[in-house]
T-cell receptor, first 113, second 112 residues
Framework: KAGVTQTPRYLIKTRGQQVTLSCSPISGHRSVSWYQQTPGQGLQFLFEYFSETQRNKGNFPGRFSGRQFSNSRSEMNVSTLELGDSALYLC????????????FGPGTRLTVL | GDSVTQMEGPVTLSEEAFLTINCTYTATGYPSLFWYVQYPGEGLQLLLKATKADDKGSNKGFEATYRKETTSFHLEKGSVQVSDSAVYFCALQNSGNTPLVFGKGTRLSVIA
């Protein structure tokens, strides 16, 4: 069974640009969650999607958005990038998010210059 | 809100040494508790979990017991190996569809 895949693995952008990250969950998983990992703040929850609907949202500005498609693949978008957005963005999938194990992808390393 | 506090690292041990990584939590209700491990360049992998008080989670020689009275979930391993070098995260989930809340992570380095 293929694991969670995230593309691209590495990304370099400049301030003010926007970026889109992609996550393909494990086949059959309908819940996708996104986390931001930084050395200073650790792992912080961004949002969770289930059946194309945002079910939970963390405490991030509106520049961070996401969506989920009918095949459960998810994208997150960050607009007007800031230096502080440099981080590892992790995606996790689970069957339905209701206490089931979350399986993490390898992450996308975003560097904002 | 809910929070997880784990010991600061890095922790450096010799091979075959005993490992303890402390984790305490603050949460309303009765959360499920987890330990995740992150190897260099990879995402997080679930190491073990416990869903109610006094449960012991175990995997690959690692153990942790859910202690409600001390709100703790300390990770232990009797004899660490070089291959255990990684970052370990303690986490909680307060109810079925709420997000995971993570501690800051503890980097473990095991030297031969």
């Amino acid at each position: 069974k293929a694991g969670v895949t995230q593309t691209p693995r590495y990304l370099i952008k400049t301030r003010g640009q926007q970026v889109t990250l992609s996550c393909s969950p494990i086949s059959g998983h309908r819940s996708v969650s996104w986390y931001q990992q930084t050395p200073g703040q650790g792992l912080q929850f961004l949002f969770e999607y289930f059946s194309e609907t945002q079910r939970n949202k963390g405490n991030f500005p509106g520049r961070f958005s996401g969506r989920q498609f009918s095949n459960s693949r998810s994208e997150m978008n960050v607009s007007t990038l800031e230096l502080g957005d440099s981080a590892l963005y992790l995606c996790a999938s689970s069957l339905d998010g209701r206490g089931n194990e979350q399986f993490f992808g390898p992450g996308t390393r975003l560097t904002v210059l | 809100g809910d929070s997880v506090t784990q010991m600061e690292g890095p922790v450096t041990l010799s091979e075959e040494a005993f490992l303890t990584i402390n984790c305490t939590y603050t949460a309303t209700g009765y959360p499920s508790l987890f330990w995740y491990v992150q190897y260099p360049g990879e995402g997080l992998q679930l190491l073990l979990k416990a869903t109610k008080a006094d449960d012991k989670g175990s995997n690959k020689g690692f153990e942790a017991t859910y202690r409600k009275e001390t709100t703790s979930f300390h990770l232990e391993k009797g004899s660490v190996q070089v291959s255990d070098s990684a970052v370990y995260f303690c986490a909680l989930q307060n109810s079925g569809n709420t997000p995971l809340v993570f501690g800051k992570g503890t980097r473990l380095s095991v030297i031969a």
